[in-house]
């Protein structure tokens, strides 16, 4: 569920993907610093192993 909410507003919304992960961060108990930020920066296509840009899930 995670990853199709990142995907849909990184790629659908054109929501910068720092206000999801802020968002997760502040609102899941079981949030995990390094999972969600390199969740995020992989689905939105940033970081060192990052899914294409036409990756849509």
């Known amino acids: ?23 997760f961060k502040d609102t899941l108990v079981d949030a995990d610093f390094a999972n969600n930020v390199c969740g995020w920066q ?6 060192t192993d990052a899914a294409p840009y036409f990756r849509i899930f």
Do not use: F, P, Q
């Not at 992989?42 to 970081?47: E, F, M, N, Q, R």
């Open 1 to 23: 569920m995670r990853m199709l909410v990142a995907s849909y507003l990184t790629k659908n919304l054109l929501i910068h993907w720092l206000e999801g992960e802020k968002w």
């Open 42 to 47: 992989w689905v939105a296509g940033t970081g």
